[in-house]
């Protein structure tokens, strides 16, 4: 049996969880559940996490970081690319010749992580002693 856990009317909630969209949003709720769902992976999050939380680094310094190979970093960067949560970036650097490609983090992949993910980690031991029985009050 399906029990229906619906704000009461005026709760601040839309009906239509399309509607908490601003009217001139830059992304269809579709692509923002998609950002979500790209970075529920553990690869991805966790080369998310270090441009986040780091500097923009190369495709060999992401590989070191976080030990995978070549083609599998490359698979879940280009995931993350799409998504748009992270940029691509390739610049010519002075005597060197080709290009050097880099990676960093978007506005959006900046967001996604620190207030999605990072913040349900952060916010474990908050959860913890809500419900912790031991402690008296």
């Known amino acids: 049996m399906a029990t229906n856990h619906s704000q009461p009317a005026g709760a601040g909630f839309p009906e239509d969880p399309e509607d908490l969209l601003p ?3 830059v992304l269809s709720l579709d692509e923002y559940l998609a950002m979500h769902a790209t970075v529920g992976h553990r690869t991805r999050y ?5 441009l986040v939380h780091g500097d923009d680094m190369s495709p060999k310094e992401l590989e070191d970081a976080i030990e995978v190979d070549d083609s599998t970093l490359h698979y879940h960067l280009n995931k ?10 390739q610049q010519t ?15 959006f992949g900046g967001v996604t992580l620190t207030s999605g993910v990072d913040e ?12 912790d029985s031991s402690v008296e009050e």
């Open 46 to 50: 966790e080369i998310l996490y270090r």
């Open 93 to 107: 650097e002075r005597g060197a010749d080709g290009l050097y490609t880099y990676y960093r983090a978007t506005v």
């Open 23 to 25: 009217e001139d949003s």
């Open 80 to 89: 993350l690319v799409d998504v748009g949560l992270v940029e691509k970036r």
């Open 120 to 131: 349900l980690i952060r916010g474990e031991a908050e959860f913890e002693a809500m419900y």
